[in-house]
């Protein structure tokens, strides 16, 4: 297999020196290896003709054959697109894009016969379906059976690349090579009753049968994931035995007053069993990496700070890192608030941390005198020096990039112990994947007294009622966030609705103070507004989802969330977590319009019907799939794969998992003679992506 890296794809047939360079910048395909590894992400059934009239929502995918009726451009600005009416006899369907309208309308002749293939929404009672492929019927004519259809780019689709012209290529790769020598040992193949990998390759990018194709398919996903699994089990079985860490035997002076004299509250059993685990992990002699779970408000800050008072009390410093500026300064007030009266030093690192005061950083770290460090990413500068770090929180890291973590353990020679803090529930496939082998600890119990929050859908008609009762909790003193979504896309059109709405609420709420935040405006103005709200000197919020992330305003209770079918299912349990923090009973509104797709609608009612973060964070990854969980999660981490599915294939994770552990049993080092090839190509693949096992 690792043979199939040396054979570059610009010599062959039809790629070419310039095409191979855009297959590369695009797709990152640079030789036979990566261009066989390039699967379909569905494949048409050529010989099969839907009918228009009998299109009903159990269909991922149609082909239709037919012809256009009549093109159109509609809207304006970014919601421009032009809408086309096909007919192919028995019924009329829309087709519409959202780019290339002009030359799109100029490639398609109304009356002539094209198949068209896509999948296809229901809107307003109408079916429609959104970029769909276009082909001629002569040019597909001779084609029967199954046939890939390749993931492309819109750049590859300008230069002409489609996906017919993946498959003529990777049928001409596939019948310049003979034998694969496959990397899987024997012994593995035959325990799981896997194909092996040519035919499997050769099955994939050519299916005789959907039968065929479920196996060929299994043994890609397989592969793929063992060569994952081994990477992370192999590094970080290495890790174990070798990295010495801090071994922190220690309770002492800082744990104890605090403990016994400062606590703000009794500890919640979970926190005191997640505690009791980081203690012996850390009092181990071997470095700690652990994950902290805990639902918003689940109480994790105390938690992080009294296994960092034990890090004192063992003669090292601490450092808390958040990804935003307005979290560090609410973790430092926090935190220096509860420690500062034992004498404890705590300073506050971030971008906007003026020169002096930097300095005194600086030297105080350097001298020790500098207990606890807490910022933003600027403490993984380079010019950040410790004395001794013993160690790290980092709380919600799923902002932060695994090439900034790893720079962490440059700061001692001694890798610290590192607690990583995490209110997203992933669900345990995932885990096991991108958190290698973590331990992990939960907090699954909330601080006592608090209501669970009421949760409520309401539609455009009821927005009248919801200011009503908005009213009702600012007269009893309570405070409210406002929240609107912001997405990148149509940023302009986002920002426009946010604006109105503060202003909507300024007029509605004449008699009290409003503050404002989104991500666009400076940090300075942004914190002042925050600040406003956490202090009580503003009573509304109205704000983008710059506020989900961990802002702890006890006082509010109110969380109306506008546009809220825009949102994941995750991002709005996180945005709720934000009230239900103190002892009021707490809401949170959803507001939507009032024609959502069904599923839509099913993905708010579930955030009404439950609080728990574990189930939302199962029912997101099974409706959205882990691509937005992925990418929130670990940005940076570049955990591409090409064929499984983190969300659909648990089982295979589980085999995969099963199978590299006992392989790593009986050779660690995969350095025995049977094993080279596998090692051969576990190097090459994941050289060339970070290898975040290491730093996990
Ligand atoms: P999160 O886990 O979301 O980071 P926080 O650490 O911000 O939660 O805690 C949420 C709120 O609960 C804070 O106001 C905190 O002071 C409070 N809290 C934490 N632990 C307890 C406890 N054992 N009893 C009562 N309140 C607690
Ligand atoms: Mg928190």
């Known amino acids: 297999m690792d043979s199939l890296f040396r054979l570059d794809i610009k010599y062959l047939k039809g790629i070419g020196p310039a095409r191979a360079q855009l297959l590369d910048k695009e797709l990152g395909i640079k030789n036979y290896y990566d261009l066989l590894h390039h699967f379909p992400t569905h494949y048409i059934d050529r010989s099969r003709i839907y009918r228009i009239a009998d299109i009903n929502g159990e269909m991922p995918y149609v082909q239709l054959r037919g012809r256009f009726v009549s093109f159109a451009e509609q809207g304006e600005g970014a919601k421009r697109r032009l809408v086309a009416l096909f007919s192919d006899g028995s019924g009329v369907i829309e087709i519409v894009w959202f780019n290339r309208i002009r030359q799109i309308s100029e490639a398609y002749t109304p009356g002539n016969e094209y198949i068209l293939f896509g999948k296809p929404n229901q809107f307003n009672n109408r079916w429609s379906i959104v970029h769909p492929e276009v082909d001629t019927t002569a040019s597909i004519a001779a084609t029967t059976g ?21 498959h003529t290529w990777i049928q001409t790769a596939l019948s310049a090579i003979k034998i694969i020598n496959d990397p899987i040992p024997d012994e593995i193949l035959s325990r799981y009753r896997l194909t092996g990998a040519l035919e499997a390759l050769r099955t994939v990018h050519n299916p005789a049968s959907a039968q065929m194709l479920q196996q060929a398919r299994l043994r890609l996903k397989f592969e793929e994931l063992f060569l994952l699994q081994l990477n992370i089990q192999r590094y970080a079985r290495r890790r174990k035995h070798t990295l010495a860490g801090y071994r922190f035997a220690h309770i002492g002076e800082n744990f104890n007053s605090f403990y016994f004299n400062r606590l703000p509250f009794e500890l ?47 003669g090292t410093q601490a450092c808390l890192m958040a990804p935003t500026e307005i979290l560090a300064t609410q973790h430092y007030e926090t935190l220096s608030g509860l420690v500062a009266p034992l004498g404890i030093n705590v300073k506050l690192l971030t971008g906007s941390t003026r020169k002096k005061e930097r300095d005194i950083i600086d030297r105080q770290l350097a001298d020790g005198s500098l207990h606890i460090l807490v910022g933003t990413h600027a403490v993984i500068e380079d010019r950040v020096q410790f004395r001794q770090l013993g160690f790290v929180v980092i709380d919600e890291q799923h902002r932060f990039g695994v090439v900034q973590r790893a720079r962490l353990w440059k700061k001692s020679a001694v890798p610290p112990h590192v607690l990583v803090m995490t209110a997203t529930p992933i669900p345990r496939t995932l885990a096991m994947t991108i958190y290698g082998d973590l331990d992990v600890s939960v907090i699954d119990e909330l601080p006592p007294g608090r209501k669970p929050i009421v949760t409520l859908l309401r539609y455009e008609d009821r927005r009248y009622d919801v200011y009503k009762s908005i009213g009702a909790q600012l007269r009893a003193g309570r405070q409210a966030y406002i929240v609107y979504p912001l997405i990148k896309e149509n940023e302009k059109l986002d920002l426009k609705s946010l604006e109105e709405g503060y202003e909507t609420i300024r007029e509605t709420f004449p008699s009290y103070r409003v503050a404002f935040v989104h991500g666009q405006m400076k940090p300075a103005e942004k914190d002042r507004q925050m600040n406003l709200f956490a202090t009580h000197q503003a009573d509304i919020l109205v704000a983008t989802t710059v506020i989900e992330v961990g802002v702890n305003v006890p006082n509010a209770t109110t969380m109306v969330i506008e546009n809220a079918e825009r949102f994941g299912l995750s991002q709005l349990h996180q945005l709720r977590g934000r009230v239900g923090r103190g002892e009021g009973q707490s809401y949170c509104v959803l507001m939507s319009k009032h024609k959502i797709a069904a599923d839509t609608r099913k993905r708010l009612e579930l955030m009404t019907s439950t609080t728990d973060g574990f189930l939302i964070a199962e029912a997101d990854l099974k409706m959205r799939g882990p691509g937005d969980l992925e990418g929130t999660m670990q940005s940076g981490m570049m955990l591409n794969l090409n064929i499984a599915s983190l969300a659909t294939d648990g089982q295979i994770v589980q085999m995969a998992r099963d199978a ?24 090459l693949i994941f050289d060339r992506k970070i290898d975040f096992s290491l730093i996990s």
């Open 146 to 166: 199954m046939r890939g259809v390749y993931p492309l780019t819109e750049k590859l689709r300008n230069r002409g690349i489609s996906s017919r012209t993946f």
């Open 268 to 314: 919640t059993g979970a926190q005191k069993r997640v505690i009791k685990e980081i203690r012996a992990d850390m009092g181990s002699g071997r470095q700690m990496n652990r994950l902290l779970q805990g639902d918003v408000g689940s109480g994790k800050t105390l938690v992080a700070l009294l296994c960092m008072l034990i890090a004192l009390d063992n």
């Open 660 to 683: 590299a552990d006992s392989l790593l049993d009986t050779d660690p080092e995969l350095a025995q003679p049977e094993h080279t090839r596998l090692s051969k190509l576990i190097n």
